[in-house]
């Protein structure tokens, strides 16, 4: 089959490989749409660790070409989509609710139950192997398109928890920092758990635009404005849950200062190095404040949840999927999504 194979820093493109077969508790899926995730670009940057011969890609949309011993309840044929995060649904961490973390303490180096294009092979390719399977095939309704549901694997899945790990409430001002693919999401999981202010926060103007377009009420541009101010000012005294989409001491600091005493900061982003909590923004430590992260939720009862609110029109991501390549030419979708021309979100990759 072909696939997108990496082989060192900035060395990845198509080969012809082995295709892989189901073992027991697996499945194959003939891939049908897929995508690139701003964590594959932090891969072929050498930013991220994987082996050398790793198949990229952890957001599969396909159909089920072969069911390993053990996985009951499928077809052949069926269409499933597969959540960037692949549960096993019986460990210590899945069964005391944290399905994301799978496999901790049990001798897994990755983050979180993260293995697809990873720790094992990924769906930049023609076919891929699912594990834990009956965990993780979420079969797609009648109706819906493979377009309509790929973002809800990684994106939507991740920006939507955004909202929830916060604590939304009906009535809630909430800000959201960044609004890449991520963050976007994170503004219509806000609007979606009843917020009544949406603010989005960025430095783009494309990205700003489609803020609005994906929910926002108000958008800020931090490089015209002291958007800690305006919050405040917008929010009479401090919004209520900030969420981080970004990953940087700047906009975990400024998400922690634009809070009212008692608010969130739910933080979404992946930081490197060192995070400082300067204590004026912290309160002193007195404000009563709650930081909570959250990572991909996982898993086909997720992924089921998902495609119920796309089947009733609760969200549309469509608009974010800017661009489509076919898989042979998923160089290009690389370059383009990486250096962020022509006003890309997301692109579509189809073996
Ligand atoms: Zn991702
Ligand atoms: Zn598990």
Redesign the pocket.
């Given at each position: 089959m072909r696939a997108n194979v990496f082989r060192g820093v900035q060395k990845f493109g198509i080969e012809d490989v082995d295709r892989p077969r189901a073992r027991a508790g697996e499945a194959i899926l003939r891939v049908t749409l897929t995508t690139i995730?701003?964590?594959?670009l932090h891969i072929v940057r050498g930013e991220y660790p994987v082996e050398p011969g790793r198949i990229i890609g952890?957001?599969p949309v396909g159909v089920i070409e072969e069911l390993g011993p053990g996985v009951t309840g499928y077809s052949v044929g069926e269409r499933v989509l597969v959540g960037?995060i692949t549960p096993c649904g019986q460990c210590h961490a899945c069964l005391s609710g944290h399905l994301s973390q799978c496999g901790h303490g049990e001798g897994y180096e990755a983050i979180g139950g993260w293995r697809l294009g990873n720790t094992i092979q990924g769906s930049q390719a023609e076919y891929v192997r699912i594990p834990n399977a009956q965990a993780n095939l979420a079969r797609i309704p009648d109706g819906l398109t493979d377009e309509q549901v790929v973002l809800l694997s990684?994106?939507a899945s991740?920006g939507i928890s955004g909202a929830e790990s916060g604590g939304v409430r009906i009535g809630d001002a909430v800000v959201v920092f960044a609004q890449g693919p991520i963050g976007l999401c994170a503004t219509v999981g806000a609007r979606l758990m009843g917020a009544s202010l949406v603010i989005g926060v960025d430095g783009d103007e494309t990205r700003l635009r489609y803020s609005r377009k994906m929910g926002a009420d108000v958008v800020l541009d931090h490089r015209q404005q002291d958007v800690v101010a305006e919050i405040k000012r917008l929010t009479g005294g401090g919004a209520d849950v900030a969420i981080e989409a970004l990953g940087t001491q700047q906009t975990f600091e400024n998400a922690l200062r634009c809070l009212r005493p008692g608010g969130t900061l739910s933080s979404l982003g992946v930081y490197s190095g060192k995070l400082e909590l300067p204590y004026s923004a912290f309160a002193a430590g007195l404000g009563d404040h709650r930081v909570v992260t959250t990572l991909?939720p996982g898993g086909k009862e997720r992924m089921r949840r998902l495609m119920e609110l796309v089947r009733a029109k609760r969200i549309d991501l469509t608009p974010l999927l800017t661009h489509s390549f076919a898989l042979e030419d998923i160089g290009d979708a690389y370059a383009l999504f990486g250096d962020r021309r022509e006003g890309v979100i997301k692109v579509a990759i189809r073996p």
């Open positions: 995730c701003g964590t594959d952890h957001e960037a990684d994106i991740t991909c």
